[in-house]
């Protein structure tokens, strides 16, 4: 007699290679089924094609960033339409600046004003590509940009169109 076989006993090099097949929403849904699928559902590279939006959750929130799922995301973009106060942008760029994945930072088109120039200068120089274009930056926030950057930066695109750096 043949026995059955089923999903459960499957290896999990064999469940990774079923996952990766799957988009982002799909995972997402793999999570939920059991212990052992959102064990193996949770591995970084899995995750590494998700692109992290800022805007559509608060502050409290952000700590996702700090996930074993996220360690490998490298990209996060700015809601145009978000617009933190001074203790939600500082935890925000803080997350940013912390995770050592990020390389791409997308901005444009956001009031960045209350966000302090130091945090927003480490963050900006700690990325390898961003986006800045239509960005409203304060003046004190563009000294602190290039004046990190003349010191130490990563950046390799830097995308400022249309921001008033007077």
Sequence with gaps: MVGCVTIQ??????????????????????????????????????????EVVVGQMKVNNIGILGTRRLESVKRVRLLSKYHP????????????????????????????????PVTLANAVNTMEQVNLFNAKLTSQQCEALFQQMARDTKLQVLSIGCVDIS
């Design 85 to 116: 106060d001074e203790e939600e942008a500082e935890a925000v760029f803080q997350a940013i600046i912390e995770h050592e994945g990020i390389k791409e930072l997308n901005i444009s088109q956001n009031e960045i004003s209350k966000v302090n």
């Design 9 to 50: 006993i499957l290896p999990e090099e064999m469940l990774l290679k079923i996952f990766c097949c799957l988009d982002l929403q799909e995972l997402s849904t793999v999570l939920l089924v059991c212990k052992e699928w959102k064990e193996v559902a949770e591995a970084p590279w899995l995750w590494k094609k998700l």
